[in-house]
T-cell receptor, first 112, second 112 residues
Framework: DVKVTQSSRYLVKRTGEKVFLECVQDMDHENMFWYRQDPGLGLRLIYF???????EKGDIPEGYSVSREKKERFSLILESASTNQTSMYLC???????????FGPGTRLTVL | KQEVTQIPAALSVPEGENLVLNCSFT??????LQWFRQDPGKGLTSLLL?????REQTSGRLNASLDKSSGRSTLYIAASQPGDSATYLCAVPAGANSKLTFGKGITLSVRP
């Protein structure tokens, strides 16, 4: 079975802190994704990566950056956390191309 | 730009009913369509992926159909159970890349 894990289930941070969210997949998938999910807005793509060191902006990249140094790991970085970044963050992975996506358990981030 | 719609937003049924969840999309040139389940506070679980060349895909009590020409997919759940209570989302890839466009989901409640 494909397994996608995220470093934390719940995280509480202060405004202005630098926040790292990590995602690891064990199926040698080329594609990895970061989404955020908010009530009424649904899932929105922040960034995705189709290979090591490659990244593309999604629909809402402002305030975020990403890092993919190894194929299995994709990190989302909030350079200076703000309260409007309080959300559920979901990581996903898939084989190259429009293939089935598999999601991690999510990280509920609260920025105070 | 692809838009994915799921109506109604919520549904409540008594246990044992067969039910149909609808998903519509505006651009029929899709590669596939994926159905997910999400339990409260959790990540997404992939239920079924139906390729554009397929009409149906089945997994246990679940059956997904796809009609590209009319821009519709349905998820049929047979003999619903309280454990089926969750939010069901559909998603399609945005072209040949892997970025998914999601519907906002249907929150299903199955009453014992």
């Amino acid at each position: 079975d494909v397994k996608v894990t995220q470093s934390s289930r719940y995280l509480v941070k202060r405004t202005g802190e630098k926040v790292f969210l990590e995602c690891v997949q064990d199926m040698d998938h080329e594609n990895m994704f970061w989404y955020r999910q908010d009530p009424g807005l649904g899932l929105r793509l922040i960034y995705f990566s189709y290979d090591v060191k490659m990244k593309e902006k999604g629909d809402i990249p402002e305030g975020y950056s990403v890092s993919r140094e190894k194929k299995e790991r994709f990190s989302l970085i909030l350079e200076s956390a703000s309260t409007n970044q309080t959300s559920m963050y979901l990581c996903a992975s898939s084989l190259r191309g429009p293939n089935e996506q598999f999601f991690g358990p999510g990280t509920r981030l609260t920025v105070l | 730009k692809q838009e994915v719609t799921q109506i109604p937003a919520a549904l409540s049924v008594p246990e044992g009913e067969n039910l149909v969840l609808n998903c519509s999309f505006t651009d029929s040139a899709i590669y596939n369509l994926q159905w997910f389940r999400q339990d409260p506070g959790k990540g997404l679980t992939s239920l079924l992926l139906i390729q554009s060349s397929q009409r149906e895909q089945t997994s246990g009590r679940l059956n997904a159909s796809l009609d590209k020409s009319s821009g519709r997919s349905t998820l049929y759940i047979a003999a619903s159970q309280p454990g089926d209570s969750a939010t069901y989302l559909c998603a399609v890839p945005a072209g040949a890349n892997s970025k998914l466009t999601f519907g906002k989901g249907i929150t299903l409640s199955v009453r014992p």
